[in-house]
């Protein structure tokens, strides 16, 4: 049971390139999350979805965007990538205990 | 809005000795506390849950937790360290039925627990 599955591991990008970031769990959940980690900080939210088709905005949405077409697949996009989207993201899902991928880490130059 | 507090940024114990990792929270209704665990570039693994029910919550690994509803805090307990504790600790709270479910995270505990 591979639970929650992030790639890539690691990732440079240059300021106003593009990127997808993936994610994909197996446990048949309907809720899944993308957060962001700062160094030294908690986790805040970027975007959410209780189900396939449904998204909503987080606490620090601005600057991605997300989609959710099937259950298991709910990608990040970051369109037009700035320094200060350099951060470690992890996905998860589930909606009484939500249980998180080895995430991704991210930094623009 | 809901809001956690981890007042301290690392907590230093030595194996063998009892540890607590604090946490405090805010919420308007009735809290779900978690606390997770995250090693060195891993993602967090989830440790124990309350809900409701008995204060004393047991979870994995054996660290227990106790839900204080007069004080708003669910600390983090172990009996006894082991230098495979050190990690980063976070508390996160959400109110039953929040859009989404969301949760929110303090800022995480740093444990060393010295051999």
């Known amino acids: 049971n591979a639970g929650v599955t992030q790639t890539p591991k690691f990732r440079i990008l240059k300021i106003g390139q593009s990127m997808t970031l993936q994610c994909t769990q197996d446990?048949?959940?309907?809720?899944m999350y993308w957060y962001r980690q700062d160094p030294g900080m908690g986790l805040k939210l970027i975007y959410y979805?209780?189900?396939?088709?449904?998204?909503d905005k987080g606490e620090v949405p601005n600057g991605y965007n997300v989609s959710r077409s099937t259950t298991e697949d709910f990608p990040l996009r970051l369109e037009l990538a700035a320094p200060s989207q350099t951060s470690v993201y992890f996905c998860?899902?589930?909606?009484?205990?939500?249980?998180f991928g080895p995430g991704t880490r991210l930094t623009v130059l | 809005a809901q809001s956690v507090a981890q007042p301290e940024d690392q907590v230093n114990v030595a194996e063998g000795n009892p540890l607590t990792v604090k946490c405090t929270y805010s919420v308007s209704g009735n809290p779900y506390l978690f606390w997770y665990v995250q090693y060195p570039n891993r993602g967090l693994q989830f440790l124990l849950k309350y809900i409701t029910g008995d204060n004393l919550v047991k979870g994995s690994y054996g660290f227990e937790a106790e839900f204080n509803k007069s004080q708003t805090s669910f600390h983090l307990k172990k009996p006894s360290a082991l230098v495979s504790d050190s990690a980063l600790y976070f508390c996160a709270v959400r109110v039953h039925n929040n859009a989404g479910n969301m949760l929110t995270f303090g800022g995480g505990t740093r444990l060393m627990v010295k051999p």
């Open positions: 446990m048949n959940h309907n809720y």
């Open positions: 979805s209780v189900g396939a088709g449904i998204t």
């Open positions: 998860a899902s589930g909606k009484d205990t939500q249980y």
